[in-house]
C-alpha cells in the first residue's frame, strides 16, 4: 500500500472520530465542536494528499465509503442506531463498492 492510499485510510478512520464528536456536539457537549473541527479539518487535509496520487472520484468514493461503514459501525455499537437488515444489506453494498474501488485502482 502506498503512502497515499495509507493518508486516504488514516483520513477515513479519522473522519469517523470526526463524526462521533459531530454526533456528541448534538447531544449537547459543546466541548466536541473544537475536536469535530479540528479532526475533520486532519481527514480533509490527509484527503487531500491522497488526492495528488489518487484520482479524485476514486479517492473520495473510498473515503466516504469508509467514514459511512465506519460511523454506521458506531451508531450500531455505541449508540443502539438501528441493526435492521436491510439497512446491514446496503451498509454491506456500501462496503463492497469501496473495497471494489480500491482493487480496481
Known amino acids: 500500500m502506498t503512502l497515499a492510499w ?3 485510510f488514516v483520513a477515513g478512520l479519522i473522519e469517523i472520530i470526526g463524526v ?3 454526533k456528541r456536539l448534538a447531544d449537547g457537549k459543546k466541548s466536541a465542536l473544537f475536536f469535530a473541527i479540528v479532526l475533520m479539518g486532519i481527514s ?3 484527503l487531500s494528499f491522497a488526492l495528488q496520487s489518487i484520482p479524485m472520484g476514486t479517492g473520495y468514493g473510498i473515503w466516504t ?3 459511512t461503514v465506519g460511523t454506521t459501525i458506531v451508531g450500531i455499537v455505541v449508540y443502539k442506531d438501528s441493526k435492521s437488515w436491510p439497512r ?3 451498509i454491506a453494498l456500501i462496503l463492497l463498492s469501496t473495497i ?3 482493487l480496481l485502482s
Open 6 to 8: 495509507s493518508a486516504l
Open 20 to 22: 462521533m464528536n459531530i
Open 44 to 46: 480533509l487535509l490527509l
Open 65 to 67: 465509503g469508509i467514514g
Open 88 to 90: 446491514l444489506f446496503f
Open 100 to 102: 471494489g474501488l480500491k
